[in-house]
T-cell receptor, first 116, second 113 residues
Framework: KAGVTQTPRYLIKTRGQQVTLSCSPISGHRSVSWYQQTPGQGLQFLFE???????NKGNFPGRFSGRQFSNSRSEMNVSTLELGDSALYLCASSSTTGTSVYNEQFFGPGTRLTVL | AQTVTQSQPEMSVQEAETVTLSCTYD???????LFWYKQPPSRQMILVIRQEAYKQQNATENRFSVNFQKAAKSFSLKISDSQLGDAAMYFC??????????FGAGTILRVKS
């Protein structure tokens, strides 16, 4: 099975622009979660989508949004970019919504976003 | 809100020796899940080991084992027979509702040959 893929792998944007990141989960997985990783704040949960519905949301401003399509692929969008949005954005896919410790989340390689 | 604390920013171990990484967490729940993830320089997060809170028995996965102390809210990772490939950032994580993971700040593990 192919792993979780994220595109693009690297992205450079300027302040005020918007950006869309994509995540394709492992085939058959219906849950996709997004995380932001920065040196200062560490790994922080953004949101989780399951069967096209947002199940949970982290403590991020409304500039961060996401969606999930019927094929389980997910996108996250950041509008009006700020310098502080520079980070590694990781997505993780899972077959279900976490009812068992054996419901493993598989992470993608991440998208490195740099905001200038 | 649940919090996860890793008090060791960096650790070193000699190849073939044993090292223990510390993790404490705070929660009011009685049943929950804990994980250790490894993030090598490639940045790919890899699950190392998992523990279900209601199980008293400590989880083991080959050279990796945990010391789970529920009352103390402690979840340490022991790596035996350390190898050069174990060098990475290690994150302790608590799983909340659904698939939300709350991560600690991480511990950089260096392995000396």
């Amino acid at each position: 099975k192919a792993g979780v893929t994220q595109t693009p792998r690297y992205l450079i944007k300027t302040r005020g622009q918007q950006v869309t990141l994509s995540c394709s989960p492992i085939s058959g997985h219906r849950s996709v979660s997004w995380y932001q990783q920065t040196p200062g704040q560490g790994l922080q949960f953004l949101f989780e989508y399951f069967s096209e519905t947002q199940r949970n949301k982290g403590n991020f401003p409304g500039r961060f949004s996401g969606r999930q399509f019927s094929n389980s692929r997910s996108e996250m969008n950041v509008s009006t970019l700020e310098l502080g949005d520079s980070a590694l954005y990781l997505c993780a896919s899972s077959s279900t919504t976490g009812t068992s410790v054996y419901n493993e989340q598989f992470f993608g390689p991440g998208t490195r976003l740099t905001v200038l | 809100a649940q919090t996860v604390t890793q008090s060791q920013p960096e650790m070193s171990v000699q190849e073939a020796e044993t090292v223990t990484l510390s993790c404490t967490y705070d929660t009011s729940e009685s049943d929950y899940y804990l994980f250790w993830y490894k993030q090598p320089p490639s940045r790919q997060m890899i699950l190392v080991i998992r523990q279900e809170a209601y199980k008293q028995q400590n989880a083991t996965e080959n050279r990796f084992s945990v010391n789970f102390q529920k009352a103390a809210k402690s979840f340490s990772l022991k790596i035996s027979d350390s190898q050069l490939g174990d060098a990475a950032m290690y994150f302790c994580a608590y799983r909340e509702y659904g698939n939300k993971l709350v991560f600690g700040a991480g511990t950089i593990l260096r392995v000396k040959s």
